[in-house]
């Protein structure tokens, strides 16, 4: 089984819609958790850090679910420009593990 | 603040030949790492250092892959001899360990290497 894993996608959604996707940890000890954004023939770039009592950026609304061992990323009001494959990321003390990501695209 | 520099930014090399890359994390950043990316699928970590020491090289193709940190600051990959499936994006990454838990990392921009 993978440490992390995810619905690669492709999320296919009109502007302004909400979308939302999953990931899964097999690692019960798992400390800290995060979303990153990738862009095609970029580099991953940190979204947002996912705390137990969830959080909010803008129109990015993350939550963490440790009894069940999952993690989800919702957008809110979708631009374009939210456009990217999304990275799920699980760290157990120093190392980190990376999902294959979920890939979304927002069409006008 | 300047970022995670690489060099070279591409690179294709045959079989067979080697093959270095370069990185100098963010100043202060003790840590850093060595990631495959290759299409379609998340980094895979191939090595970390904790300053100029190796934390965890446990997915490292040791038979063909090396990688150093001697000052604790830049380093170096490299791929000797190179195959095919070596064909990936290889990001490097800084972080720092984050008060309250857990290793927030920052990407360089990679380096694509295909191998022909």
Redesign the interface.
């Known amino acids: 089984r993978k440490e992390v894993e995810q619905d690669p996608g492709p999320f296919n959604v009109p502007e302004g819609a909400t979308v939302a996707f999953n990931c899964t940890y097999s690692n019960s000890a798992s400390q800290s958790f995060f979303w990153y954004r990738q862009d095609c023939r970029k580099e991953p770039k940190l979204l947002m850090s996912v705390y137990s009592s969830g959080n909010e950026d803008g129109r990015f609304t993350a939550q963490l679910n440790r009894a069940s061992q999952y993690i989800s990323l919702l957008i809110r009001d979708s631009k374009l420009s939210d456009s990217a494959t999304y990275l799920c990321v699980v760290t157990n003390d120093y190392k980190l593990s990376f999902g294959a990501g979920t890939t979304v695209t927002v069409r006008a | 603040e300047a970022g995670v520099a690489q060099s070279p930014r591409y690179k294709i090399i045959e079989k067979r030949q080697s093959v270095a890359f370069w990185c100098n994390p963010i100043s202060g950043h003790a840590?850093l790492?060595w990631?495959q990316q290759i299409l379609?699928?998340?980094?895979?970590?191939l090595i970390?250092f904790?300053n100029n020491g190796v934390?965890?090289d446990s997915q490292l193709p040791k038979d063909r892959f090396s990688a150093e940190r001697l000052k604790g600051v830049d380093s170096t990959l490299k791929i000797q001899p190179a195959k095919l499936e070596d064909s990936a994006v290889y990001?490097c990454a800084s972080s720092f360990k984050?008060e309250t838990?857990?290793?927030?990392?920052?990407?360089?921009?990679?380096t694509?290497l295909t191998v022909t």
Do not use: S
């Open positions: 840590t790492y990631y379609g699928q998340g980094p895979k970590l970390q904790q934390v965890d990001l984050r838990g857990g290793y927030e990392q920052y990407f360089g921009p990679g694509r």
